[in-house]
């Protein structure tokens, strides 16, 4: 299984944090329109993420629940847009039920090895969020 390394943090003010992270990008990130909608599910979580216009995908992952720095082992299933949005998330609606749904507009940095996420949640507020893909075990 890949596995990744992320913190999260609410943000105060996301402007400056836009600033802060185009210096550093050494350019304007990517914006995504982001739609995850969370499974019930026996174990780990289970999401599908639909990226307007884009593309979608399935992802399963293992993550501890505390703050400050996690590892996440991860299983992602890729699919054009509609492909996976249609009949999948209906099957897994019935099968499992729909835990939650979150909508955010992320802007998508890249600083080295590091994804560096600035998110526009709906509902819940502004957020950063530092990612390393791959990371040893």
């Known amino acids: 299984m890949p596995r990744n390394v992320e ?3 609410k943000v105060a003010n996301i402007a400056d944090l836009h600033q802060r992270a185009e210096k550093l990008a050494g350019g304007t990130g990517t914006i995504l329109k982001q739609e ?3 499974f019930n599910s026996p174990q780990g979580r289970l999401k599908l993420r639909i990226i307007k216009g884009e593309h979608e995908e399935l992802i399963y992952y293992e993550r501890p629940d505390q703050d400050g ?3 996440s082992d991860y299983v992602k299933v890729d699919g054009a847009s ?3 949005s249609g009949d999948m998330k209906h099957l897994l609606t019935r099968c499992l039920g729909i835990k939650g749904c979150v909508r955010k507009v992320r802007t998508l940095y890249m600083v080295g090895q590091t994804r560096v996420h600035v998110d ?3 509902g819940l507020g502004d957020f950063m969020e530092l990612e390393v893909i791959n990371v040893l075990k």
């Open 7 to 9: 913190i999260k943090a």
């Open 69 to 71: 720095p996690k590892g």
């Open 36 to 38: 995850d909608t969370f």
């Open 120 to 122: 526009a949640v709906e």
């Open 82 to 84: 509609g492909e996976l």
